[in-house]
């Protein structure tokens, strides 16, 4: 009930008045039935627009920090995301991993549309990143087509770090649904899903014509902050005054 109030009632329309978002391909959503949405993702407003933007709910797996905040803020925010339905993931590890994907398989076997970023978090640059595994095993055992969505202007209206967005024009983008039934049952082969991932991967390159880069997001996020980190500590800057 609180997902339908926040996308008809509350955020939605406060959503389509700020962000004034053009739809493209919508039609490529299937009308019902399981089916994955796999898209880039720049921004925290990713979060609200896309589901704001479909006429189908869609549950997210988001990232289990949005669950364990502190203070009011953390619980604030837990509490939102929870009533608009949306899945913790912890994504420390290969264990974490396999909870992720359990959940999102009950998620489809419901007959729901599930939402996932298969770079695994936020680009930090506004680049897209190479896209993990996860997406491409949920799509091969449930059987269900994957539907590759572009996030576009979002990096601009509200980059990480920014809580006010900015007042910016966004295109969400919606591509034809990938089907990968001709590789049923192979979802424990290595290289099956990392073709399939690179292929969604490619499909949501083509709609969002960001630049590409052939590395996990997380892997490059963590070596620009050592780096910069060294950099700091070779070169401290000389205290005002």
């Known amino acids: 009930m609180f997902y339908y109030l926040l996308k008809h009632v509350l955020l939605g329309p406060l959503l389509r008045l700020f962000f004034r978002p053009r739809i493209e391909g919508l039609d490529n959503v299937p009308a019902s039935g399981p089916a994955i949405v796999a898209g880039n993702h720049l921004s925290f407003s990713d979060h609200f627009l896309m589901p ?4 189908r709910r869609i ?3 988001a990232k289990a920090e949005y669950f364990t905040g502190p203070g009011i803020k953390g ?3 837990a509490a939102f995301f929870r009533s608009a339905g949306q899945i913790p993931v912890d994504r420390s590890g290969k264990d974490a991993g396999q ?3 359990r959940e999102g398989l009950g998620v489809l076997r419901k007959g729901e549309l599930l939402g996932i970023y298969p770079e695994g978090t936020r680009s930090h640059d506004g680049r897209l990143y190479k896209g993990k595994v996860g997406v491409a095993v949920m799509a091969l055992k449930a059987g269900v087509p994957v539907v590759p969505c572009a996030m576009i202007g979002t990096f ?3 980059p990480p770090g920014k809580v006010i967005p900015n007042v910016h024009p966004v295109v969400i983008r919606f591509g034809k649904p990938l089907d990968f039934s ?4 192979m979802e424990n082969e290595k290289a099956i899903l990392r073709a399939v991932t690179d292929e969604i991967m490619y499909a949501i390159l083509t709609l969002s014509e960001q630049e590409y880069v052939d590395q996990y997001a997380a892997v490059v996020k963590a070596e620009e902050t050592a780096s910069k980190g060294e950099r700091e ?3 401290p800057r000389a205290p005002l005054g």
């Open 182 to 185: 001709r590789y049923a049952g």
């Open 156 to 158: 601009e209206a509200q």
């Open 233 to 235: 500590r070779r070169f």
């Open 75 to 77: 619980r604030l925010t």
């Open 52 to 55: 704001a933007m479909l006429k």
């Open 59 to 61: 549950t997210f797996l």
């Open 99 to 101: 909870a992720a994907i």
